[in-house]
C-alpha cells in the first residue's frame, strides 16, 4: 500500500508568519491529493483538493502544490483561528490513507 | 443542508460487536460514495471503509478485514458499519464522511462522529 508521511509533525509560529506543511506519499498519486483542517475538539474539515484546489469557503491564506510523490500546504498569513491540526489524504485509490498530520499552534 | 448523523456507539467488551448508522440528509444519498474513518483518542484520522452508491463495491483497511461491514439501505438513506469481534485496538470516534463526488474524490461532508469504545 501508498503510505503517506508529512513533516514536520508540529510546529509553533507566530500570527502573520508564513507556514510550510509537507505531505510525501511513497508512491505517484498524481493529483489525488487532499489536506484537512481539524480543529481541537472538532470534526475535520476539507481545505484543498486535487492538491491545488481551494475548497468553497476556504479563506485564500491557504493553498496547496504539488503533483506525484510531493505535495505542500501553505499559509500564507498564519491566523489565530488556524491553530488544528492538518491532515494530507490521497484519495486515488483505496485505501484512502491518511498521513500522520501536523500540528500547527501559535507561538 | 447536507448533514451526516451518526448513532449506535458505546461501551463494548473484547470480542463483542456493534452496529453503526449513519443517517443522510440534505443531498441526494444514493448519488455518492461513502466512506467509515475513525480516530483513536489522541491520535490521527484512520480510513477505515468505503462502499460505492450502489452498495455493490466496498473496500475495507488492513486493520479491520474480515471483522468491520459496510453497508448502505439507500431506501432510508442511511450508511451502516457492522463491527463483529471487537479489539481494545478498535477504540476510537468512528466518523461517517461522504465523497464529494463520482470516482475518486475527498471527503466533503463528515458526521460528528460517535465513540466507541472496547474495554472490559
Known amino acids: 500500500d501508498i503510505q503517506m508521511t508529512q513533516s514536520p509533525s508540529s510546529l509553533s509560529a507566530s500570527v502573520g508568519d508564513r507556514v510550510t506543511i509537507t505531505c510525501r506519499a511513497s508512491?505517484?498519486?498524481?493529483?489525488?491529493l487532499a489536506w484537512y483542517q481539524q480543529k481541537p475538539g472538532k470534526v475535520p474539515n476539507l481545505l484543498i483538493y486535487?492538491?491545488?484546489t481551494l475548497q468553497s469557503g476556504v479563506p485564500s491564506r491557504f493553498s496547496g502544490s504539488g503533483s506525484g510523490t510531493d505535495f505542500t500546504l501553505i499559509i500564507s498569513s498564519l491566523q489565530p483561528e488556524d491553530v488544528a491540526t492538518y491532515y494530507c489524504?490521497?484519495?486515488?485509490?483505496?485505501?484512502?490513507?491518511f498521513g500522520p498530520g501536523t500540528k500547527v499552534e501559535i507561538k | 443542508e447536507m448533514q451526516l448523523v451518526e448513532s449506535g456507539g458505546g461501551l463494548v467488551q473484547p470480542g463483542g460487536s456493534l452496529r453503526l448508522s449513519c443517517a443522510a440528509s440534505?443531498?441526494?444519498?444514493?448519488?455518492?460514495?461513502m466512506n467509515w474513518v475513525r480516530q483513536a483518542p489522541g491520535k490521527g484520522l484512520e480510513w477505515v471503509s468505503y462502499i460505492n452508491s450502489g452498495g455493490n463495491k466496498k473496500y475495507y483497511a488492513d486493520s479491520v478485514e474480515g471483522r468491520l461491514t459496510i453497508s448502505r439501505d439507500n431506501a432510508k438513506n442511511s450508511l451502516y458499519l457492522q463491527m463483529n469481534n471487537l479489539r481494545a485496538e478498535d477504540t476510537a470516534v468512528y466518523y461517517c464522511?461522504?465523497?464529494?463526488?463520482?470516482?475518486?474524490?475527498?471527503?466533503?461532508?463528515w458526521g460528528q462522529g460517535t465513540m466507541v469504545t472496547v474495554s472490559s
Open positions: 508512491q505517484g498519486i498524481g493529483n489525488y
Open positions: 464522511a461522504k465523497d464529494s463526488g463520482s470516482g475518486a474524490t475527498p471527503f466533503d461532508i
Open positions: 440534505g443531498f441526494i444519498f444514493s448519488s455518492y460514495e
Open positions: 486535487a492538491a491545488s
Open positions: 489524504q490521497r484519495y486515488n485509490s483505496a485505501p484512502r490513507t
